[in-house]
């Protein structure tokens, strides 16, 4: 049997990346091996397999690359904004843009993330950049 | 060399319940009532039964449970969920299964009663199956609809669908359902009233989405030598494949592409049968995009022009590509998950038992589940005894020719060079048939498998 011994660091990659969060910081990972960043966090790379994924600050900065509006009755809050968004390090994340009416986000608007908070739960969204 | 599995087992029976608002019922009666059909069908009987495939969305131990409840002692039992395809993919299991001899009756079947519970308020057992999804269940977002709204939004920014395009696909299945009796919905629909209706989720009105129904239906597989022998016709398990691209949404690679270009290619590649070969196919339409999206990705339309080979009626009745026969999710029947009907409606049209919607002298039909959020899909071909056997397969189509023609080259070494010739000069159809006969009749084995082997590789590159 091989063992994972030091490969692998005491916190995993989700308490890590959550704990960033907390402090406010947008990190995402990056393969040491094949170059490639990766989101969601994870614990090996999806492009490569590798156990070396290095965390390093978000640019912060993507595109819309697809959007809808949910329709809701507005006693239950109303329209809101669903999108996904291509972060310009290449991985895609759901996310709703902000501060925006919902019709008005289009497919390949620049957008940039900022760390909002949902039940609790620090959470990245985008307003138009 | 032709897969092991091609043609080895075959749908032997196949069970509906009634469906719609069934209050009375509760998810393991109508699943058991299905099952009785599916075996009454066949000749068989609930105790030749040690093969059991079932899914639930949220019940972990459901396998046990039914097992249980119909009182069978499985040698083979499984309850994957890939999501709604899992009845597709449970194919694959239940034909290596079979075909190895694990069990010898297998039975696939699910019951749900979802209209009635959304109706009661009675929460779904094991809760939400998209909670608890990080990187999305906090978002909060209306799922399913959402993540396949955002699929359909990015298809028709890049290809420039039209709304109306999209509706046609709404309208060709209610085309259909107006021929089956079974069908839940059946009054007119126009694209007026699909593009009008209320909007849910961008682009999706509420006519885009599929039905939730109570319903139970149950399908039952055995070796093909065995299947032979029962009531039925029976319906070969030509191909089978499976793909899996993501869970979320937003990790699937390209919002225009499905696990289809995956599972499709699988599935021909083990049936050693193109798109062309086939004659009706059945698809899980839980959002009007599917059908688009899947027809391209299994190579049955060019990429982007799935939208106007609806609206062109190609799909319709009397078009020459007929797609869910049977009205499917959005006008025929959708008991929360709807991989079953596929399956099911694609053996009655080979079967030649379906009324006014019958396709015209079907030899060929595929079946494709879709599951989660597009995540699974699950890609089934199934033929009739026609379609057994290197020389059906060579005589039966004009896409076989070119097989026909390489086999023609290597017989021609054996075969006296004039019939040959003159069949060659005949028009492709009958000199596909000709040949093929002589081929299978003098060329050694060897050139025909050799030839098969490479059909099958083309359809795998596809």
Redesign the interface.
């Known amino acids: 049997m091989a063992e994972t011994g030091t490969t692998f660091a005491a916190d995993g990659a989700?308490k890590q990346f959550r704990d960033g969060l907390n402090r406010g910081e947008f990190n995402i990972q990056q393969c040491a091996s094949c170059k490639k960043h990766v989101f969601?966090p994870r614990t090996l790379c999806t492009n490569c397999g590798s156990p070396k994924l290095v965390w390093k600050r978000a640019a912060g900065t993507g595109t819309v690359?697809?959007?809808?509006?949910?329709?809701y009755k507005p006693e239950a809050g109303g329209d809101?904004n669903?999108?996904?968004v291509q972060l310009d390090e290449g991985p895609?994340?759901?996310?709703?843009i902000t501060d925006i009416a919902p019709?008005d986000v289009k497919?390949?608007m620049r957008v940039t993330a900022h760390i909002g908070e949902?039940?609790g739960?620090k959470?990245i969204y985008f307003r138009k950049a | 060399m032709v897969h092991p599995l091609r043609g080895q087992t075959a749908v032997v029976g196949v069970g509906l319940t009634k469906f719609g608002d069934l209050p009375g019922k509760t998810h393991l009666e109508l699943l058991a009532e299905a099952s009785y059909a599916a075996l009454d069908d066949a000749g068989l009987k609930l105790t030749d039964v040690d093969g059991l495939f079932v899914s639930s969305m949220g019940r972990v131990f459901h396998p046990l449970q039914v097992a249980e409840y119909l009182g069978v002692k499985p040698s083979a039992i499984d309850g994957t969920n890939v999501g709604g395809s899992a009845f597709v993919n449970a194919i694959q299991h239940a034909a290596m299964a079979l075909h190895n001899g694990v069990c010898n009756v297998a039975l696939i079947a699910y019951g749900s009663t979802s209209r009635s519970d959304r109706k009661s308020g009675t929460p779904r057992v094991g809760g939400n199956p998209n909670a608890g999804v990080m990187y999305q269940s906090e978002y909060k977002p209306m799922l399913p609809v959402g993540s396949y709204a955002l699929v359909a939004n990015r298809y028709m920014h890049e290809y420039g669908m039209t709304r109306d395009q999209l509706s046609s696909v709404a309208v060709t299945f209610r085309k259909w359902a107006q021929l089956n009796p079974r069908a839940e919905m059946r009054g007119p629909l126009t694209i007026e009233d699909v593009s009008r209706a209320r909007m849910i989720c961008d682009p999706f009105t509420l006519y885009d989405c599929c039905l939730v129904s109570d319903a139970g239906a149950a399908l039952v597989m055995t070796r093909a030598d065995r299947a032979r022998s029962l009531k039925q016709k029976p319906v070969y398990m030509l191909g089978i494949g499976s793909g899996t691209s993501h869970d979320q949404i937003a990790q699937l690679a390209d919002f225009t592409v499905t696990a289809c270009a995956m599972s499709g290619p699988r599935a021909f590649g083990m049936a050693g049968l193109k798109p062309k070969d086939v004659d009706v196919i059945e698809v899980y339409d839980a959002f009007s995009i599917n059908p688009i999206l899947f027809l391209e990705d299994l190579g049955f339309v060019k990429k982007g022009e799935g939208g106007a080979f609806f609206t062109e009626g190609h799909a319709a009745p009397g078009g020459k590509l007929p797609v869910n026969t049977n009205g499917g999710g959005m006008s025929c029947v959708h008991p929360g998950m709807y991989g079953m009907f596929v399956s099911i409606e694609a053996v009655e049209q080979l079967r030649g038992n379906t009324g006014a919607r019958q396709v015209e002298g079907a030899e060929v039909a595929l079946a494709n589940g879709n599951g989660g959020l597009l995540s699974n899909q699950s890609t089934a071909i199934f033929g009739t005894a026609a379609t057994l056997g290197a020389e059906a397969r060579t005589t039966k189509r004009a896409s076989a020719k070119k097989v026909v023609k390489k086999a023609a080259k290597k017989a021609a070494k054996k075969a006296p060079k004039k019939a040959v010739k003159k069949a060659a000069k005949k028009s492709a159809k009958k000199a596909a048939k000709k040949v093929a006969k002589k081929v299978a009749k003098k060329a050694p084995k060897k050139a025909v498998k050799k030839a098969v082997k490479k059909t099958a590789k083309k359809a795998k590159r596809r």
């Open positions: 989700e969601y690359y697809s959007t809808s509006t949910e329709r809101k669903i999108a996904v895609r994340m759901l996310t709703r019709a497919i390949g949902a039940d739960i959470l």
